[in-house]
């Protein structure tokens, strides 16, 4: 089972940044295939991007270029850096272990105009 933990949200003014972390801990080989998802009020959640245990990202096509997705595996957490934030980014982010399908809480990230 896998335990993952994300945090570094908060509010922001538009344009400005945040970057989250996702750590992860319980009985895994490694970390593997992540991904980051939003979900914003009233809406479904849906998927931000994905990297893979050897550093392939993947990114919805509407947040190419502003939000990049990392990894450091010594410390078995993901990030999620988001430049140029918008008021319609506003959602709790969360991150997700892809093979075994574990999710964290999700922070809270708030852009106001």
């Known amino acids: 089972q896998v335990q993952l933990v994300e945090s570094g949200g908060g509010l922001v003014q538009a344009g400005g940044s945040l970057r989250l972390s996702c750590t992860a801990s319980g009985s895994f080989f490694r970390i593997n295939f992540m991904g980051w998802y939003r979900q914003a009020p009233g809406k479904q959640r849906e998927w931000v991007a994905s990297?893979?245990?050897?550093?392939?990202?993947n990114y919805a096509d509407s947040l190419k270029g502003r939000f990049t997705i990392s990894r450091d595996n010594a410390k078995n957490t993901v990030y999620l850096q988001m430049n140029s934030l918008k008021p319609e980014d506003t959602a709790v982010y969360y991150c997700?272990?892809?093979?075994?399908?574990?999710w964290g809480q999700g922070t809270q990230v708030t852009v106001s105009s």
């Open positions: 997700k272990h892809i093979l075994s399908g574990s």
């Open positions: 990297i893979t245990d050897n550093g392939s990202t």
